[in-house]
């Protein structure tokens, strides 16, 4: 059962080939809550989840279920925290089970052979995810769709309380955009999960989102929800782009305008 304790973050910074691109990062997510995080190309968004998965080097804090994660070992941390990256390895003419019972690695012994439960688990979450008579099909001869169905299913084999997802959609289009984005929020009211997503799409990053934080050359300008964010004045300055922002509830909607570009300035101070 997922704890109600909030997942907090507290200065985190990572550095790569000499540069910050995560600079003093401070976030707070309810439990059960979805952030979105937006940002331009480069924003270091990407690293930020990597940073929390521990899958690259970081300082600073990140507590969750009471415990600073950056102090947990791997193996603990791995059974707290999953993550679906931009860019999988899938390695050639593996199975789709195969593939999923992978997200078992953290529980299992010296031996590393999944059990009866492990399987049972992953036909389970098969089941959740209409992948179950795809178990022997080899995933990297799956659909864009059901490939981006079977990362997640390893995803959520590994019994995660955190589930961090870096451009889920990037490589879908909008009928296979819109249903792995549906999967993952009902698997996170189902089972109680705290998402982190990194967004290119902001209109997708408004309509899953519980909450929003903009990253800007490694830091945070603007966080809290959609509406208090996405705003012609901040696309413009941060994005340089020429759009019309419609605002429907807690959901926000944006239009491209004709016309020529403009030039954005990340390093405004001026972000609406």
């Keep these: 059962m997922a704890s109600y304790e909030p ?9 790569l080939g000499g540069k910050k691109v995560v600079n ?34 970081a300082q600073g804090k990140v507590h969750f279920q009471g415990a600073d994660l950056m102090q947990t070992e791997p193996r603990t941390r791995a059974q707290i925290v ?3 990256p ?16 992978l997200g078992r ?10 059990t009866q439960e492990d399987t049972s688990l992953a036909l389970s979450v098969m089941e959740d995810l209409d992948l179950h008579d795809m178990a022997d099909r080899f995933v990297t001869e799956m659909s864009g769709g059901e490939r981006q169905r079977v990362i997640i299913a390893r995803s959520l084999v590994q019994q995660p309380n955190l589930l961090l997802l870096d451009e ?45 934080a903009l990253l800007v050359n490694g830091k945070v300008t603007k966080s809290g929800f959609a509406h208090e964010i996405l705003t012609e004045t901040t696309l413009k300055n941060i994005y340089g782009a020429n759009v019309s922002v419609h605002n429907e509830g807690d959901r926000v909607s944006i239009v491209p305008k004709r016309g020529n570009r403009l030039k954005g300035n990340s390093n405004s101070n001026d972000i609406g």
């Design 82 to 84: 999953s993550i679906v």
């Design 7 to 15: 997942l907090n973050i507290q200065g985190l910074e990572v550095e």
């Design 168 to 212: 889920p959609t990037a490589a879908l289009d909008m009928g296979h955009q819109q249903e792995v984005l549906e999967l993952v929020d009902r698997q996170r009211k189902r089972l109680g999960l705290t998402v982190l997503s990194a967004f290119h799409d902001l209109t997708l990053a408004s309509q899953y989102g519980t909450s929003m």
């Design 86 to 101: 931009q860019i999988p390895v899938v390695p050639p003419r593996v199975r789709v089970i195969d593939y999923i019972l």
């Design 105 to 114: 690695t953290p529980y299992l012994g010296r031996g590393f052979q999944p």
């Design 24 to 57: 003093n990062v401070s976030l707070s997510v309810n439990s059960g809550d979805w952030l979105s995080i937006i940002g331009p190309n480069g924003s270091g968004k990407s690293s930020l989840l990597r940073a929390i998965a521990g899958i690259i080097s």
